[in-house]
């Protein structure tokens, strides 16, 4: 397909995202250029973190890696800060190290939205995490070798499944 020669026009615009059109094309971007950082929480004994929280569009939980925005609402905010800040609002982990493993968009055909994948490694527990205030959100340690397990588990209670945890679930699925 070739590029679209149509101008991009705002159908809606809201406090966090805004309803774009480019000819047939209808898609989402969040507002004022905000994009986000994920957490690939790593501790000592291979463990990983995750978390499980209410997500109002899915109408129901959702298992995720930990994540949260950059920029909403600390100026001059980059994608280590966030992630940082966000590792301990969640979990109540700190990390002693973060690492940019490189920018991804988990829904490039819908949303413009786009993320900074952070390695967190030297984890150490000051907290209890649970995100801010109304967030109710569940923290996970699981070893590596049992996520596929634990991810199968919370799916067959009903809870949703995002796409970045494929990160955790390759091998298991390609069979490797």
Known sequence: MSIPEEPVETVWQGKWIVAKRQGKWEFVARARGIEAAVILAVDEDDHVLLVEQYRVPLG???????????????DGDTAMDAARRELEEETGYRCEHAEDLGFFHASPGLVTEGFTLVRATGLTRVGDGGGIEGEDILVYRIARRDVPDFVAARRAEGVAVDVKLLLLLAQSLLGG
Do not use: K, M
């Open 60 to 74: 129901r939980r959702c298992l995720e890696l930990p994540a949260g925005l950059i920029g909403d609402s600390h």
